[in-house]
Antibody, heavy 119, light 110 residues
Framework: QVQLVQSGAEVKKPGASVKVSCKASGYTFTSYDINWVRQATGQGLEWMGWMNPNSGNTGYAQKFQGRVTMTRNTSISTAYMELSSLRSEDTAVYYC????????????WGRGTLVTVSS | QSVLTQPPSVSAAPGQKVTISCSGSSSNIGNNYVSWYQQLPGTAPKLLIYDNNKRPSGIPDRFSGSKSGTAATLGITGLQTGDEADYYCGTWDSSLSAVVFGGGTKLTVL
């Protein structure tokens, strides 16, 4: 079925990097942008950026510029989000989302990956 | 502080109707489509409304969306206990070149 399957929970130390994967199935991976949205515990949704799986083009929220990198491997229909220089405030659930349209909406979400940053 | 403003909470009795507001500006809601998401506890957000007022397949017509100027509204009729969740509005912000969300509204069905 149509789904996004994310990698498992991670625990990282401050200053380290984390790379979260998001494997698409049930639809043409290269036809829809992959977006990444994070949510700290008890907080709202925060958009991090988008990636076009076909071209590899990306766009990042200003807050994450220089710290986030979104890539993909089209041969295995998988998108990646790497966040570097982690700090405690980066502790959150990270979601990949897709199947949107020109209106910047997301009709398909992964189940989320909990990233915990702790010394 | 979120770019889009939503009430922190709303409540209503089962069977009743509730509306959730989302206020923005000309750089976001005023000139871009609005979407709405439902997030049940411990789960990923689910798309309820896109392009201001369209429902994805499988979303009941109890859920509706509208937009006027720089504000959008989500309406839910025939409230059920299963509707208790957090609701978020979202849109593109042309000044920020980013997707922005409201802070979320917790719906309680009394």
């Amino acid at each position: 079925q149509v789904q996004l399957v994310q990698s498992g929970a991670e625990v990282k130390k401050p200053g380290a990097s984390v790379k979260v994967s998001c494997k698409a199935s049930g639809y043409t991976f290269t036809s829809y942008d992959i977006n990444w949205v994070r949510q700290a515990t008890g907080q709202g949704l925060e958009w991090m950026g988008w990636m076009n799986p076909n071209s590899g083009n990306t766009g990042y929220a200003q807050k994450f510029q220089g710290r986030v990198t979104m890539t993909r491997n089209t041969s295995i229909s998988t998108a990646y989000m790497e966040l570097s220089s982690l700090r405690s405030e980066d502790t959150a659930v990270y979601y990949c989302a897709s199947l949107g349209g020109r209106g910047w909406y997301f009709d398909l979400w992964g189940r989320g990956t909990l990233v915990t940053v702790s010394s | 502080q979120s770019v889009l403003t939503q009430p922190p909470s709303v409540s209503a009795a089962p069977g009743q109707k509730v509306t959730i507001s989302c206020s923005g500006s000309s750089s976001n809601i005023g000139n871009n489509y609005v979407s709405w998401y439902q997030q049940l506890p411990g789960t990923a957000p689910k798309l309820l409304i896109y392009d201001n007022n369209k429902r994805p397949s499988g979303i009941p017509d109890r859920f509706s969306g509208s937009k006027s100027g720089t504000a959008a509204t989500l309406g839910i009729t025939g409230l059920q206990t299963g509707d208790e969740a957090d609701y978020y509005c979202g849109t593109w912000d042309s000044s920020l070149s980013a997707v922005v969300f409201g802070g979320g509204t917790k719906l309680t069905v009394l």
